[in-house]
């Protein structure tokens, strides 16, 4: 049974150089999250300036989820320690609103055990920005960046996937179920947005070879997208 919660839950993608996962690592083990998913990916983000200082193209893509006073905690410990202000990473949360009553009680019982103290992060105004994830077969990575820098995006990140299907959606949508897929994601501005997805479209849709299907999700609030826009 979903529940709308009263104390609301996030969602905190946390995206940095994978030089840093063991840092990253430590916060979480330290704050007991109770939900905490971490993979892999790769920078799509090209820069003479990122290769001068060493910054690493590997990434380290992790999704918790806990509550606001919570996700607060994280990104102070994160931000301690790790400099945004470089190109090193990016942090967005996205609101929850539903979830089930067992992970609801899981969640609002793990912030009742952790003392947090009252520091919190400054954080972008609520709203300004939205990750567009594009799924599209394995080796057409490339394609989705220049569909997406051609309408303004700055960089993305790519994580690989298996790719599994129901056969309506072959039927239906055209899509061939292949074991390799390429999941992009990409922080961008609003107003990008619409412009950003249509150039994935036209050039990875449901009709080309790359079969590529996207979606946006409204982020809550984001850190290091300072260097990403300038």
């Known amino acids: 049974m979903l529940k709308h919660p009263v104390t609301k839950l996030e969602a905190l993608f946390t995206i940095i150089d994978r030089r840093f996962e063991n840092t990253l690592l430590n916060v979480y083990e330290n704050s007991d999250i109770p939900v905490l998913l971490v993979t892999r990916g790769k920078g799509t983000a090209k820069s003479i300036v990122y290769e001068l200082f060493g910054y690493d193209e590997k990434k380290t893509v992790a999704m918790s989820i806990q509550t606001k006073n919570m996700t607060k905690h994280i990104l102070k410990q994160i931000s301690d320690r790790i ?5 090193t990473g990016i942090a ?9 009553n067992a992970l609801y009680k899981l969640c609002i019982e793990a912030e009742e055990n952790f003392k947090m103290g009252s520091e919190e992060m400054s954080l972008t105004p609520k709203e300004p920005y939205h990750l567009i994830v594009a799924i599209v077969n394995s080796g057409f990575m490339d394609q989705v960046m220049s569909a997406a820098k051609k309408a303004g995006a700055n960089g993305g990140t790519v ?21 390799e897929k390429e999941l992009v994601l990409i922080l ?3 107003d990008k947005k619409l412009a950003i997805m249509e150039s994935i479209k036209h050039e990875v849709g449901l ?11 409204p982020v809550d609030s ?9």
């Open 159 to 179: 994580v690989h996937a298996r790719g599994l299907g129901s056969k309506e959606a072959v039927k239906y949508l055209g899509i061939t179920i292949q074991p």
């Open 188 to 190: 961008t501005t609003k």
């Open 207 to 217: 009709n080309t070879e790359g079969t590529g299907i996207c979606f946006s999700l």
């Open 222 to 230: 984001a850190i290091g997208m300072k260097i990403e826009e300038d």
């Open 83 to 87: 400099d945004f202000s470089k190109p």
């Open 92 to 100: 967005f949360t996205i609101n929850i609103s539903s979830i089930s």
